[in-house]
């Protein structure tokens, strides 16, 4: 089954996450009270939702070959598909023609628009062997304007950045941004080209897994990669790079998996690779702080020219401006050992960057097991000053809806902020990350709880902040025993929610009552009512579990109320 799709679980479970503005939310404490708590104006660090991906298991599924060459299916030489069985590739059995000048070409792509903290990113994976001195591979993008527009390169030329030349030797992540794009129909195209000077056997381009995201520009929370997830959001600039665990020497520097120039052999020859970070948002720093990239390498490089560099890309109004080397020497020879290596980078304070491990090779000669290791990269900098609450004051009493500020922090990118029962925050009634504002809402407590925040910047965290005592009075309200004028499904609250969430609907009338849980398609999970119930405001608790007791999966639900005359459904989300 192909992976063409629009991804409703993840599109509607990150939507509510990232937004966090929980109008009307509520949680649930220890005694099974519920209060509507907390309403966030503005939060970062969006997940990233995969908007549309295509992995070739069914086929062409849309997409066709600009002037031929170019097959989907199983490859019959020396590539495996990156994933299942098919991708695609020129020539799935042999070598590519002389005289190339091909694409494979997506179907049209309604992309959507995105805000100024957020971008769009082409990420696909592919393997390649191009022959000849010239023969190259790019990214190219055709847009719909009152017909499709003439296809402009977006991943560079021959020996620039995103230039697929030379010889990959393993799958590895490519991506290229195409946030300018947003809300515009577009197409992708794979476009190879071939100069008719040599060729050996097994050449090739093959793409697999291609897949359009939506994600936050850039990561201001603290960071430090160390690979034991994967590849997250790095990716490779000309193939080689791969993210694992090596099977020879060495062994990471922490855990199981790093980042090298080919895990399984030696890196190939011809190699102008680079492995890429995600976007960082550097913090503000004084004139007398520093901040410093700090990783552990491992390497032999062989030849007289093969050098590795630490380089860095700035985004400059949207647009990625070229590769800087940054580290004060090249990486030759031979380490032997894991090593620590700090690079300066405080003249990028207040930046968007992005940091590339960058090795050339001149094509000399290797021995065995020649290679680049990265491992246990991170920013070291000042951390945010503390945080000063503003509002309301500590030992305070208020009605309900009650704003809460606090001071911005130097340095700080975003910030963290806790709610909870007891002045040690022990029992804590809310907890997050990653928000922009310094505003929060506090919604009908109805009771005594304490506040801190702190701020948040890419290389840590700063102190909390004096904690803030203040009691919520609310209104008592005869709502419970009023009769309602309309049928009504209210939104469930919490939501998202884990592990249970609580539906409250209205009844006009004495009425039978059916309210059931169904899955994305359209089966029933479980039958929550189905009884004559009397007029009134009601409510009833899901546990996530189904008709046998057991847990459901994580993911988006639907809940429906059904009377006599009366029909209605919305959706929820399920994170465990």
């Not at 399984?264 to 004084?286: Q, W």
């Not at 001071?407 to 909870?420: D, E, L, P, V, W």
């Not at 007891?422 to 809402?441: P, R, V």
Request: proline residues 5%; aromatic residues 14%.
């Amino acid at each position: 089954m192909s992976r063409t799709f629009n991804v409703l679980f993840l599109v509607v479970a990150l939507t509510l996450l990232a937004s966090v503005t929980f109008a009307e939310d509520k949680w649930t404490d220890e005694n099974n009270q519920s209060f509507r708590v907390l309403k966030l104006q503005e939060t970062s660090q969006t997940p990233a939702e995969t908007l549309s991906c295509w992995d070739f298991e069914s086929g062409w599924d849309g997409w066709w070959a600009d002037n031929g060459v170019w097959e989907v299916g199983h490859p019959d030489s020396v590539v495996v598909a990156h994933s299942g069985n098919n991708c695609g590739g020129t020539v799935l059995n042999n070598n590519y023609p002389d005289h190339v000048d091909s694409r494979l070409v997506s179907p049209g792509i309604n992309l959507p628009n995105v805000g100024s903290d957020e971008a769009l990113r082409l990420r696909f994976w592919h393997w390649f062997k191009l022959g000849g001195y010239y023969d190259k591979g790019q990214i190219q993008i055709s847009v719909d304007s009152a017909g499709w527009r003439p296809w402009v390169t977006i991943s560079g030329d021959y020996g620039g950045p995103g230039t697929c030349a030379g010889r990959s030797s393993v799958w590895s992540a490519a991506e290229v941004e195409i946030s300018k794009y947003a809300g515009k129909r577009v197409r992708i195209g794979f476009y190879l080209w071939q100069d008719d000077f040599w060729q050996s056997i097994d050449w090739g381009w093959y793409v697999d897994d291609v897949c359009i995201i939506r994600s936050q520009a850039a990561i201001s929370a603290p960071v430090c990669w160390d690979f034991e997830d994967g590849w997250g959001d790095w990716w490779v600039d000309n193939g080689a790079w791969e993210i694992g665990h090596p099977d020879s020497i060495p062994t990471p520097h922490s855990g199981a998996l790093c980042g090298g120039t080919v895990l399984n052999g030696n890196y190939p020859d011809h190699m102008r690779s680079r492995l890429v970070s995600p976007a960082v948002e550097l913090p503000t720093i004084d004139l007398n702080e520093d901040i410093n990239l700090r990783f552990w390498h491992w390497f032999r490089l062989a030849g007289y020219g093969d050098k590795g560099q630490v380089q860095i890309s700035i985004d400059s109004a949207g647009i990625w401006k070229p590769w800087v080397t940054i580290s004060s020497d090249d990486y030759t020879g031979i380490s032997s050992a894991w090593t620590p290596v700090a690079v300066d980078v405080s003249e990028y304070a207040a930046r968007r960057i992005r940091i590339g491990f960058y090795l050339w090779q001149d094509d000399f000669w290797q021995g065995i097991e020649w290679g680049w290791y990265i491992d246990s990269t991170t920013f070291e900098c000042p951390a945010p000053e503390i945080t000063v609450l503003l509002s309301p004051p500590n030992n305070t009493t208020g009605p309900a809806n009650d704003t809460f500020y606090w001071h911005s922090s130097f340095r700080a990118t975003s910030y963290q902020i806790q709610i909870a029962y007891d002045s040690m925050f022990a029992s804590l009634l809310y907890d997050s990350s990653n928000i922009l504002d310094t505003t929060c809402y506090l919604i009908g407590l109805d009771t005594t709880i304490w506040w801190r925040v702190r701020g948040e910047n890419v290389c840590g965290y700063g102190p909390w902040s004096n904690k803030g005592a203040y009691t919520d009075v609310e209104e008592p309200s005869d709502l419970q025993n009023s009769v309602p004028g309309d049928f009504a499904l209210k939104q469930n609250y919490p939501n998202p929610f884990n592990p249970q969430t609580k539906i409250e609907y209205t009844l006009p009338k004495e009425t039978q009552v059916k309210i059931a849980i169904y899955n994305l398609l359209g089966q029933r999970v479980r039958t929550l009512v189905n009884e004559r119930q009397t007029a009134g405001h009601k409510e009833i608790l899901w546990d996530g579990k189904d008709e046998k007791g057991n847990d459901v999966a994580s993911g988006t639900y639907f809940y429906q109320l059904k009377t006599g005359e009366f029909s209605q459904t919305k959706k929820m989300v399920l994170i465990r």
